[in-house]
């Protein structure tokens, strides 16, 4: 299982974060971009990251939390992120974004909410690279796990022969909730329960036992 792991809270100190994270096995740092229309908040700007590369080797994972995201994709494949996920719920037209991303040579991936059904992205499948199950209300970090999103990931791992995609979870990944959800999913993001300790290592392979 691989481990993206999300700085939305280190938004103040991404550098630090950033740097701690170079220490660990994670596979991924995760970016949350908000745009205060479809979440509460803002973060992220991309002139805050411009020189990410230049401090860590840890391959980007884009999450854009945003409504009609068009000119981020611009500006964020500047980063040369290996993926950019935008919602389903975000967008006028799927097919449309999924071209955008494909264009600039990044993988593409699509998040739903956890009202979203999986059937709203069936038809998308064979066009696009991740599924992000959000297993919390996107836009705050902290929160906790919502149990009701684990069959959506079960019914997408299940999907996942006749496809060519993996399955991520973000919100609320911690030791105990992984074991809900490990049979499942290819990665997960998380964020707080590494972030907010000590040793970010430590946590990373509590989340991959």
């Known amino acids: 299982m691989k481990i993206s792991v999300s700085i939305l809270k280190e938004k ?14 994670a596979d991924y740092i995760h970016i949350d971009v908000q745009d205060n229309t479809y979440t509460s908040n803002v973060s992220f700007p991309v002139d ?3 020189n990410i590369n ?39 037209n799927i097919y449309k974004y999924i071209q955008l991303i494909k264009n600039k040579g990044i993988k593409v991936g699509i998040a739903i909410n956890p009202e979203t059904d999986v059937n709203k992205i069936i038809e998308y499948l064979p066009y696009i690279d991740l599924v992000l199950v959000m297993s919390v209300t996107p836009g705050l970090g902290g929160q ?29 990944i911690n030791d105990k ?23 970010y290592q430590d946590k990373i392979d509590l989340l991959k036992e």
Not at 12 to 25: H, P, R
């Open 54 to 92: 230049e401090y860590t080797n840890k391959k980007l994972d884009v999450h854009f939390m945003c409504l009609e995201p068009e000119s981020l994709i611009e500006e964020y494949s500047k980063l040369n992120p290996e993926y950019i996920t935008f919602h389903a719920e975000a967008v006028s």
């Open 12 to 25: 103040d100190n991404i550098k630090e974060a950033i740097e701690k994270i170079n220490l660990t096995d």
């Open 48 to 50: 805050s990251l411009s």
């Open 144 to 172: 906790s796990f919502l149990d009701n999103t684990t069959y959506k990931m079960e019914e997408l791992h299940n999907l996942k022969d006749r496809y060519n995609f993996i399955v991520s979870a973000d919100g609320g």
């Open 177 to 199: 909730t992984i074991n809900l959800i490990k049979d499942y999913v290819d990665m997960v993001v998380s964020g707080s329960f590494i972030t907010d300790s000590n040793n």
